[in-house]
């Protein structure tokens, strides 16, 4: 069974900086590729990063520069580097994987963490 479990989320004032983790287990975590979303309150969720089971990153235009994403394949854990972090970075941030990264980057995963609230006050 594959689970994806999120961590590292929290209350930060802007400014500031969060590191979120992503542990993988029931499945070959160096063969795909991780995706990280984030819905905020009232929005539509939203593709933040990727980063394939080759090291390639792909960003949202609004975390570019602020955001990193990065892999440990020999502890199945995905990360996303949150700083300089704004309010409007505000929502429960999940992630996700599939084996190809055309199939992350739609949102159309089959797997999904339960998500981890991140707070930025202003």
């Known amino acids: 069974q594959v689970q994806l479990v999120e961590s590292g989320g929290g209350l930060v004032q802007a400014g500031g900086s969060l590191r979120l983790s992503c542990a993988a287990s029931?499945?070959?975590?160096?063969?795909?590729?991780m995706g990280w979303y984030r819905q905020g309150p009232g929005k539509q969720r939203e593709l933040v990063a990727v980063?394939?089971?080759?090291?390639?990153?792909i960003y949202a235009d609004s975390v570019k520069g602020r955001f990193t994403i990065s892999r440990d394949n020999a502890k199945n854990t995905a990360y996303l580097q949150m700083n300089s972090l704004k309010f409007e970075d505000t929502a429960v941030y999940s992630c996700?994987?599939?084996?190809?990264?055309?199939?992350?980057?739609?949102?159309?995963?089959?797997?999904w963490g339960q998500g981890t609230q991140v707070t930025v006050s202003s």
């Open positions: 029931g499945i070959i975590f160096s063969s795909n590729c």
């Open positions: 980063i394939t089971s080759g090291g390639s990153t």
């Open positions: 996700t994987l599939d084996r190809y990264a055309a199939v992350v980057v739609s949102s159309s995963p089959r797997y």
